[in-house]
Nanobody
Framework: QEQLVESGGGLVQPGGSLRLSCAASGFTLNYFTLGWFRQAPGKEREGVACISSSMGTTTYADSVKGRFFISRDKAKNTFDLQMNSLDFEDTAVYYC?????????????????WGQGAQVTVSS
């Protein structure tokens, strides 16, 4: 009923681009804080990009600034992560997640909505 569905993962060469999409089903993303996270093998989950429900402010991890861009489409009830200039170190499972319990993606936890994950593999 209420879920996030991710799409757009895949295999890409270094320097290439991918666009991930997160679609909300059964609820509206209005007034939610929207975030993208990633987890590489052997590493902890890392916050990548965020749109705050407060003023729509966007924030990014230092490792992706200038390369990744988060955006939302209110009409489609979706939000995307555009990933450019991809590098080997960007290889990970990427998750979208949302919360209506606060303004910051750092507050997102297991009590919030999460996508199923999308594998992004950067390989030559």
């Amino acid at each position: 009923q209420e879920q996030l569905v991710e799409s757009g993962g895949g295999l890409v060469q270094p320097g290439g681009s991918l666009r991930l999409s997160c679609a909300a089903s059964g609820f509206t993303l209005n007034y939610f804080t929207l975030g993208w996270f990633r987890q590489a093998p052997g590493k902890e989950r890392e916050g990548v990009a965020c749109i705050s429900s407060s003023m729509g402010t966007t924030t990014y991890a230092d490792s992706v600034k200038g390369r990744f861009f988060i955006s939302r489409d209110k009409a489609k009830n979706t939000f995307d992560l555009q990933m450019n200039s991809l590098d080997f170190e960007d290889t990970a499972v990427y998750y979208c997640a949302v919360t209506n319990r606060g303004y910051y993606c750092s507050g997102i936890d297991e009590n919030d909505y999460w996508g199923q994950g999308a594998q992004v593999t950067v390989s030559s």
